[in-house]
């Protein structure tokens, strides 16, 4: 029998996580005040996010950073997952490259979300936090942080876009099992809602307002705290256990990657992945591959500007360095929502600016036709996110095809499809369109961020 699951005893849940800052050859630009456009300190960011969350954000020279053992703990009920050998994948396309997936999935929020909203809950409560708020579109987010939230003694606010509330029912239902407070957004509970409703009580929502209305509840509820579930740079420090345990078991399995490849929205799952086997490039000159894999609806890495933008359309937050296109940018409703962010995290456009990552953007269809393929031969039923992981891994091992290399790449699950399922019915019924940006609407919002830059 060949060896399929590559699985690591619990006593190998990784000590601390790795942050790559600190061996960055060009550490990222700072992060700006919107106001005074200048360099912000962490303690600016207490008011709004816990305090150790808010140090990490900014640390740029301690590279490794010790996980608590609460938090380690609680990694336990999943951790460590496993990393499979796609043989029957393989298979089925014919090729000579070796295939493996790190499977995120199996976390109790079917995601790997779960890694850093179990850090936050932590924090917070480690400071005396009593509630803590978050905005979510497709409640991916909302769902983890509502466990991590039950898990800790804390309350949980969300606020849903109104419109996924209404559409989405059962996500909504996954974070009731957990506990958590719903609030679909706009509401009457913030100023910022208000002000919407007022003008149109039918407004169906957005992730702007949502995000709005909860950094408000935060800053004006005591013992509150606000948390994001990707782009920021303290939520990739806690997804690299990803990377981390990959990296033990890629050397079970005997091979080392040469390419790397998750999915993108905002970038955490990435960075969880690849930051780990990032560091044998940057400090033994290794020439492993990295490659983000986005959807042609929102393509920041592909077609977007290195600049300062806000990170949220409302542009209430700091201005942020990144690979963008534009704040203003309004996502086609494709079913991979959690890819549909207008930019990329601070460090993954740094190292993508200097040649340490690449991207490619893929059609929605493609990343269908691939996630059912990946079901049928390795019995999974991906994320719509993690399609497009599984797409640009499929590319690479058919282009191995071409050329009879033996390449071995290691591709990150980043999460499963049951609450998605409706997502495979509009594809088995092949009513799926794709949407990719046009120019003139890329210069439009783009135009919103340029403006910042001069
Ligand atoms: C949220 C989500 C993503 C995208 O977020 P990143 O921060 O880019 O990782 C990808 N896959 C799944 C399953 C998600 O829930």
């Known amino acids: 029998m060949k060896q399929k699951k590559f699985i690591l005893p619990e006593s190998e849940i990784p000590t601390a996580w790795f942050n790559i800052q600190a061996i960055m050859p060009n550490k990222p630009l700072p992060i700006l005040h919107p ?20 140090n990490q954000e900014l640390d740029t020279t301690n590279e490794w950073i010790p996980i608590p053992e609460e938090v380690r703990q609680q990694y336990a009920a999943y951790r460590c997952t496993p990393l499979v050998r796609a043989y029957e994948l393989e298979e089925a396309l014919g090729t000579p490259a070796h295939i493996y997936f790190k499977n995120e999935s199996v976390s109790p929020a079917g995601s790997h979300k779960l890694n850093s909203a179990l850090a936050q809950a932590y924090y917070a409560k480690k400071q005396g936090i009593t509630n803590i708020t978050t905005e979510t579109g497709a409640g991916q987010w909302g769902g983890a942080l509502s466990y991590a939230a039950k898990k800790f003694g804390i309350d949980c606010a969300v606020y849903m876009v109104k419109a996924s509330y209404n559409q989405k029912p059962y996500r909504r239902s996954i974070m009731q099992c957990f506990d958590a407070a719903i609030t679909p957004s706009p509401s009457m509970s913030t100023r910022a809602g208000k002000d919407i409703l007022t003008i149109n009580p ?15 509840l935060a800053v004006s509820t005591p013992n509150c705290k606000y948390t994001l579930g990707s782009v920021l740079n303290h939520v990739c420090l806690h997804q690299t256990v990803i990377g981390l345990e990959a990296e033990k078991q890629m050397e079970l399995a005997g091979e080392y990657p040469d390419i790397v490849i998750a999915c993108f929205g905002g970038g955490s799952n990435f960075s969880g992945i690849a930051y780990p086997f990032m560091r044998h490039n940057i400090q033994e000159g290794k020439k492993t591959r990295f490659i983000a894999a986005e959807p042609s609806s929102c393509p920041k890495l592909t077609r977007g500007k290195f600049e300062y933008d806000f990170g949220d359309e409302a542009g209430l937050t700091p201005l942020l360095p990144m690979y963008t296109i534009g704040h203003t940018f309004k996502p086609a409703t494709i079913h991979a929502g959690g890819l549909r ?22 059609d929605q269809t493609e990343t269908f036709k691939a996630g059912v393929l990946f079901a049928r031969t390795e019995g999974i039923i991906p994320a719509p996110e993690s ?13 191995c095809k071409e050329t009879g290399e033996q390449k071995t790449i290691l591709f990150n699950l980043s999460g499963h499809g049951f609450v998605d399922m409706s997502a495979y019915d509009q594809y088995f019924s092949g009513e799926m369109s794709n949407y990719v940006l046009t120019d003139e609407e890329l210069a439009k919002y783009q135009a919103s961020a340029d403006a910042l830059n001069q």
Not at 202 to 212: E, V
Not at 344 to 357: E, N, P, R, T
Not at 388 to 399: D, Q, V
């Open 202 to 216: 039918n407004d169906q929502g957005s992730l702007g307002t949502a995000i709005s209305e909860a950094i408000e």
């Open 341 to 362: 962010y207008h930019g990329a995290g601070v460090i993954m456009s740094q190292l993508m600016k200097d040649g340490f990552m690449e991207a490619i953007d893929l």
């Open 387 to 399: 399609c497009h992981a599984i797409a640009a891994t499929i590319r690479e091992a058919l282009k």
């Open 35 to 54: 106001g005074t456009r200048q360099p912000l300190k962490a303690e600016d960011l207490y008011p709004i996010f816990c305090e150790e969350c808010s």
